[in-house]
């Protein structure tokens, strides 16, 4: 069982460019997120899903769009890319509250630096 | 929403000492806690949660306390080991929500 990828593991980026950062998730989970991680802020939210066809904005979404086609992919997309989007980005997946373990199972992490 | 304050964010023992890592949340409304463990360079990974309706979780050397009055729970870990060293995050689950908060991390540093 593969779990949950990210791809690509990391990309340079020129500003104004647009990007799609793309996750995939084989654990049959309702619920995916895309969090990015800056050194000394965390894990910040930038967008969740709770099922296929619904979407939600998180801490951070502005810069940001998502969509959830069906239950195994969540991709990211950068519009119009800034420096301030240069972060590690992290999606991560789990069942909804009370239809099991809550706990969020993460992807490996794509390392974007925009330049 | 929800906020989670971590203290402290750097965190330095040596091998053998325990280590505590506290946080706190602002709605009391809140009922899951989990604690995450990143390694340098690798994906966040669950150590330990607890419910509020539990005030103590134990797994091994480590521990976590909930203090649902207060609005505040810990990591204890004990016997600590170089391969502790990692940044931990404490996070926070509104009812009914899927989503978590986490606060800002500690680092947390075993010296041999």
Known sequence: ?115 | GENVEQHPSTLSVQEGDSAVIKCTYSDSASNYFPWYKQELGKRPQLIIDIRSNVGEKKDQRIAVTLNKTAKHFSLHITETQPEDSAVYFCAAQQLGYSTLTFGKGTMLLVSP
């Open chain 1, 1 to 115: 069982t593969a779990g949950i990828t990210q791809a690509p593991t990391s990309q340079i980026l020129a500003a104004g460019r647009s990007m799609t950062l793309r996750c995939t998730q084989d654990m049959r989970h309702n619920a995916m997120y895309w969090y990015r991680q800056d050194l000394g802020l965390g894990l910040r939210l930038i967008h969740y899903s709770n099922t296929a066809g619904t979407t939600g904005k998180g801490e951070v979404p502005d810069g940001y769009s998502v969509s959830r086609a069906n239950t195994d992919d969540f991709p990211l997309t950068l519009a119009s890319a800034v420096p301030s989007q240069t972060s590690v980005y992290f999606c991560a997946s789990s069942q909804l509250p009370g239809q099991g373990d809550n706990e969020q199972f993460f992807g490996p992490g794509t390392r974007l630096t925009v330049l």
